[in-house]
């Protein structure tokens, strides 16, 4: 008997022993099955989170930043300890004692979804685990990923520290609101670092890891309230907080940024604007846009805030005078179904949704609004972030009656009288205060609008390239399009420096002589006849002269005498084109190149002839503050010495390639001075220190352009449709781009100062008639008498006159001593009468040429 007993037992045992051994078998070769192939777990450990790259300010302050996750990464021993404590409350209390994976979790898990019937199925995972999934592995509830994710967790629980485990998990896991990690959420929710949530705002980020899109601060309050105080009473538990702090924290309201209880940190950051944006596409191509949106980066920008402002300000005011001065009223083009406009919560949502430019100030922000009612003479508006007043807001009769409607046909409408001939009920419009300028006072809402006409404006460094403001069009939000580096227009008149370089490096000097007569050339297309804008002729004129009134004749003649290969080979050193063509038209500025191209080679006039290479950034570190770009290339020899005297500073050796003679470089600068002293900028460019610059206008005025500079800064302006076509009667380079310039570079040299252009060694100054080209005495004075500087050793030859190989007739009615463009002139009509012609001639007589 007790032997049959023992046998029995035995065999019970024996049973039992071998299930187990084979349960084991067949979870080692489950293991061992879905083991073999896993990703490496060890790449963890230099594994490096996308995050955002920022870009700031010479100060220091963040102005722009860019990712594809927006996630802020922290390393485990600057996350606080009560952040650590509500994530581990809310997904693992036992982090720290289980070695991957916990096994009563496991198991409660499974009852709980037994006991329900599968309606309660809930996860199991570990922090640990977790991490596996989101680095390595699916999203899915499949029993094959859960064991793969086991067998990980294992692994890397041998690989990392748990803090280390932990870091991974609170800048990886996706919080909601676009926001990856903590330290993003924190700021996305509270506009708070990390170290300065509370209890309860660190258990509202602990309960979003379960469903962040089903926990919104606002649209699910009550869910979100209910989950953030389980996470206390888990805090409590778990010992990390008080029962006291704990029924403290569940007792207050859920207060967020999304609800307007704390201000979006965005507030602090200034609207995109052209420059961070142009930032973006450089850094982009030159260090992928992979790296760029995901790396890190920290960029220091060339900008200055102050001048980017006024750069913005004033490019916005001279293409809103033009338009203002066509009087045609366009709008947006948006409208708002008038059954949305019945109450202001309705009007202020849907006008909230509508697409339309927020980033605009001139003179005072400019503000979306939409027409809420139309009276009789006036217009009620309705305006987002301004309260209504008792009475409403509303636009005046006076306000519209500067401007026409284009109906329906294309045709205009007569001027408007009341605000109901340009807006009706649903329109969404652009309005701003108008104040009094004595002491600010309101004085009513005006209508504004984005113009059709666009521009850019640019400011840059001489010496170094940086630069210092970028405006590319009237409104970044209205168009991104970067007309100062990706319009590609025609130069007109700004490229005649480059001529006129050539031929000074060639030999010639500011007091040669060339004939301004007509010139006719055969080509493929035609005759081609080019005039001078006021359809005049000049006769015998010295160069000076013809650079300050812009003489396209006698461009076209030095350009045949120096030759299309020189002048291109120029162009092309000095970065306007990449393979100019060798067209004598080309001569005028018809090939097209960028605003940011023509400002940098007019930056090596400045400089007295050195390269300079533009640059939006000064400096790029990566994530871990190491420099990977420097722009600055020139040698501080005595930087590293702490012997330097009091007020004297390091030397810097500049090991920049020269472009330009500097004696060519001063020789043209001082001609370009009599641009703006003299010539086609002197009635609008008018600063306090010297300056030199070049106007260009279009056949058509289809581009117009103004690019200066003084002894330190460079600045240019350029204007036009971005379809190309006719600006009309009356715009000028001068006129249109020449107080936006001065306006700009105003506000740059009282911060920037300003002086003499240096004169070069080597050389020394001549009188001569500006008319004429004549030499006079040393003694010489008059408004006619200019001192040039010409290199020693080198006697110029006067007299001589220079035509380029053209016939010249001789009959030519010449202008008088001191006749300019802009002088009326008085002649004898064919009936024996007199009468007065000029100033200019209207575009439709320039059928060819016509470049100022």
Known sequence: MVRFILSFFGAIFSAITLGIFMIALGIGGVFWMYGRDLPSHEALSQYEPPTISRIYSAEGRIIDEFAKERRLFVPAEEIPDLVKAAFI??????????????????????????????????????????????????????????????????????????????????NEIYLGANSYGVAAAAQTYFNKTLGELTPGEAAYLASLPKKPAKLHPVRDYEEAVD??????????????????????????????????DYEDFRVALPYRDYFTDEIRRQLSDDFGEGEFFTGGLSVRATVDPDLQAVAGESLRRGLEKYDRGLGIWRGTGKKIDPAELETEEQWREALSNVDVPRDIFLEAQWYPAVVLRVGDTSARIGIEGVEEDEDGHWIPSEDVQWARKRLENGKLANKARVAGDLVEV????????????EDGSFIRWTLRQTPEVQGGLMAMDVENGRVLAMQGGFSYQDSVFNRVTQAQRQPGSSFKPFVYASALDSGYSPATIVIDAPIEVDTPQGLWRPKNSSNKYYGPTPLRTGIEQSRNLMTVRLAQEVGMDTIARYAERFGVYDNMGRFLANSLGSEETTLYKMVAAYAMFANGGERVQPTLVDRVQDRYGRTIYRHEERICTDCADPSIPNGMGPRITSNREQVMDPITAYQLTS?????????TAASTVKLPVPTAGKTGTTNDAKDVWFVGFTSNIVAGCYMGFDSPRPMGRGAYGGTLCGPVFTELMQAATKKYGGGPFDVPPGGHFIKIDRFTGARLSDDASGADVVAEYFRDGEEPMFGIAFDGGFAVGSNLPMFGRGETDDAPKQVTTSGGGTAVVGPKADFGTLSAGGLY
């Open 671 to 679: 001609m370009m001075q009599g641009v703006v002293q003299r010539g």
């Open 227 to 260: 989950r953030r105080n389980y996470v206390l009473r888990e805090m409590e538990e778990n010992g990390y907080i008080t029962a006291e702090m704990r029924d403290a924290e569940q007792a207050l309201p859920l207060k967020s940024v999304q609800n307007g």
């Open 89 to 170: 409350s809310a997904e693992d209390k036992n982090f720290y004692q289980h070695s991957g994976y916990d096994l009563m979790g496991i198991a409660s898990a499974a009852r709980d979804a037994v006991v329900s019937r599968g309606r309660n199925v809930r996860g199991a995972s570990t922090i640990t685990q977790q991490v596996m999934k989101n680095f390595l592995l699916s999203g899915d509830r499949q029993a094959e990923r859960k064991i793969k994710e086991l067998i990980l967790a294992t692994r890397i629980e041998q690989t990392l520290e748990k803090d280390e485990i932990l870091e991974l998990y609170l």
């Open 426 to 437: 649903g329109d969404v419009v652009l309005v701003r205060r108008m104040t009094k300028d």
